[in-house]
Structures are given as structure tokens and as C-alpha cells.
């Protein structure tokens, strides 16, 4: 299981720092062994490839945590609400 404090603080700098809006979510969830595994839904990812969403993520990451703790999240998955809305 991740570290608790980790996981919090990949949520607050993602929460509160480029996905804050009122429609943004993220959600942080234990990975495999002690890694971190995010969701983040948000209408800043409309229109944008795979790799602009995971560069999204990823920048904020990388700016604001140390090695340490980016490196624990094994997984990241970025989708606009129409992506994930059911017909």
C-alpha cells in the first residue's frame, strides 16, 4: 500500500494546482505493492492526444514533488467527460 502523506500530496498538488476547477476530479488509489495510481477528469483534456494529457499530469508532477514521490506513481490516466460518459 502507498504511503498515505504521499498520496495526499500528489492529490493537492494536482487539486490545486492546474485541475482546480469545480468540474475537475482526481482521484489517487494504491498501485501495485507501494505505487500510486491516478485518475484525473477534466474539459482541459478536450480535443488533446494522449500525450498532451500525460505531459499535463506529468509537468505538474515532476514541478512540484520530489523524485521520491513522482516516482511512485506507476500509472496516470487523463480523460475529458466525454471520454468517459456512457451512451
Known sequence: MAS???????YD???????NGPD???????GPEDSIHLV?????FDGRRLKDKNDLIWSQLMRHLVRDEWSKVSLSVGASPEEIKVS
Open 4 to 10: 498515505k502523506h504521499i498520496k495526499k500530496k500528489v
Open 24 to 30: 475537475d476530479a482526481v482521484d489517487v488509489s494504491d
Open 40 to 44: 484525473v477528469v477534466s474539459r482541459k
Open 13 to 19: 498538488v494536482l487539486r490545486k494546482g492546474y485541475f
